[in-house]
């Protein structure tokens, strides 16, 4: 049962490089969010799909981009990276909203910029 | 715009001991989570609660809605539960507002 995968675990790119950072789940849940962690600050919300076909902005949308390839993928691009998106992303999945059901956390991908 | 406010943002106990991290917040919810981060990054939901009390473990939620206050507890603390630990409450249907964490260290 592997839950929320989130690949690569670390990447390091040069500023102006692009990547797409991988998440899977095998859970059946509908709805699928992508946040970021910076040092000293909690999650921000980049973007999420509350549902296959969907995807909808969120706290801090600004330089990336996503895809909702299916039930079980949800993608992020870094179109071209800067130092300021040097974080920890973290993938996270839930069976419907987070009103009435808890979110399941991939284990986080270190991204640094240079 | 609701606001999250946890106590003590600090936690240092012997093992053994109970431990309670307070959590409020200032606009009624209907529901509140709990989550921990563990020291190498990785993060997991530990309740999700609307009323009452869950418990799971040796970690117990509680929440009171008129108050505007959740309490996560846990007995027999072990060097284990080290770790930070987070309320959060949504903001609408896809969005948490996360409080600032606390962060707990029990010594053996």
């Known amino acids: 049962n592997a839950g929320v995968t989130q690949t690569p675990k670390f990447q390091v790119l040069k500023t102006g490089q692009s990547m797409t950072l991988q998440c899977a789940q095998d859970?059946?849940?509908?709805?699928m969010y992508w946040y970021r962690q910076d040092p000293g600050m909690g999650l921000r919300l980049i973007y999420y799909?509350?549902?296959?076909?969907?995807?909808d902005k969120g706290e801090v949308p600004n330089g990336y981009n996503v895809s909702r390839l299916n039930k079980r993928e949800f993608s992020l691009r870094l179109e071209s990276a800067a130092p300021s998106q040097t974080s920890v992303y973290f993938c996270?999945?839930?069976?419907?909203?987070?009103?009435?059901?808890?979110?399941?956390f991939g284990q986080g991908t270190r991204l640094t910029v240079v | 715009k609701n606001e999250v406010e946890q106590s003590p943002q600090n936690l240092t106990a012997q093992e053994g001991e109970f431990i309670t991290i307070n959590c409020s917040y200032s606009?009624?919810?209907?529901?509140l989570h709990w989550l921990q981060q563990h020291p190498g990054g990785g993060i997991v939901s530990l309740f999700m609660?609307?009323?009452?009390?869950k418990k799971h473990g040796r970690l117990i939620a509680t929440i009171n809605i008129q108050e505007k206050h959740s309490s996560l507890h846990i007995t027999a603390s072990h060097p284990r539960d080290s770790a930070v630990y987070i309320c959060a409450v949504p903001e609408s249907n896809y969005q948490l507002i996360w409080g600032a964490g606390t962060k707990l260290i029990i010594k053996p």
């Open positions: 609660l609307s009323s009452g009390k």
């Open positions: 606009v009624g919810i209907s529901a």
């Open positions: 859970m059946n849940h509908n709805s």
């Open positions: 799909s509350a549902s296959e076909g969907t995807t």
């Open positions: 996270a999945s839930s069976k419907r909203d987070l009103l009435n059901t808890e979110a399941f």
